[in-house]
Antibody, heavy 123, light 106 residues
Framework: QVQLVQSGTEMKWPGASVKVSCKTS????????INWVRQAPGQGLEWVAW????????NYAQKFQGRVTLTTDTSTSTAYMEVWTLRSDDAAVYYC????????????????WGQGTLVTVSS | IQMTQSPSYLSASVGDRVTITCRAS??????LAWYQQKPGKVPSLLIY???TLQSGVPSRFSGSGSGTDFTLTINSLQTEDVATYFC?????????FGPGTKVDFK
């Protein structure tokens, strides 16, 4: 069965960086893109970015451009999201989510989600 | 593309028919998905391409619309449907979500 398992809770100082992992199993990792979505406490969903595992193409929401980096490791079927220069308003649960469309050139929608990683940012 | 939803909150009784509206700020054709997020849980995909049910989703859920106006309907609301529902545009990046509609029981 398809599974996405994320790394654990992170507590960071403002200005620090965080790297969240998303280990996948149960499907052909290279055939599906991975999206990252975040949810601040008590708030709605916000799309952060997408990466094509197939060819490494990325697409970032403008507000995260230059501050978020997505990578993948096909040898371990793991996707990573690194957020630089954390601010207090980056505190949120970050989800990885598999793109529903196989070998897509752009992001679409999400059929399987990780359990979420809580990132807190506080001095 | 901005997504709006109405209402932001609704309360209903078991067995009621519930309708949630989602509006896009421009034509997104049929590139619309709906998600359900139960309290304290991870979002799950309900519907994509406006009206296609994701595998395993009960048939009491349905979607309709095109262009800028869309609806999610729950026929015969069940206790397990208490959740927040989000629409999502995937016509073009950046992908955007509606603010959510919280469904609760009277």
């Amino acid at each position: 069965q398809v599974q996405l398992v994320q790394s654990g809770t992170e507590m960071k100082w403002p200005g620090a960086s965080v790297k969240v992992s998303c280990k996948t199993s149960g499907y052909s990792f290279s055939n599906y893109g991975i999206n990252w979505v975040r949810q601040a406490p008590g708030q709605g969903l916000e799309w952060v970015a997408w990466i094509s595992v197939y060819n490494g193409d990325t697409n970032y929401a403008q507000k995260f451009q230059g501050r978020v980096t997505l990578t993948t490791d096909t040898s371990t079927s793991t996707a990573y999201m690194e957020v630089w220069t954390l601010r207090s308003d980056d505190a949120a649960v970050y989800y990885c989510a598999r793109d529903r469309e196989s070998l897509a050139a752009v992001p679409h929608f999400f059929d399987f989600w990780g359990q979420g990683t809580l990132v807190t940012v506080s001095s | 593309i901005q997504m709006t939803q109405s209402p932001s909150y609704l309360s209903a009784s078991v067995g009621d028919r519930v309708t949630i509206t989602c509006r896009a700020s421009q034509d997104i054709s049929n590139y619309l998905a709906w998600y359900q997020q139960k309290p304290g849980k991870v979002p799950s995909l309900l519907i994509y391409a406006v009206s296609t049910l994701q595998s395993g989703v009960p048939s009491r859920f349905s979607g309709s619309g095109s262009g800028t106006d869309f609806t999610l309907t729950i026929n015969s609301l069940q206790t397990e449907d208490v959740a927040t529902y989000f629409c999502q545009n995937y016509y073009s990046a950046p992908l955007t979500f509606g603010p959510g509609t919280k469904v609760d029981f009277k």
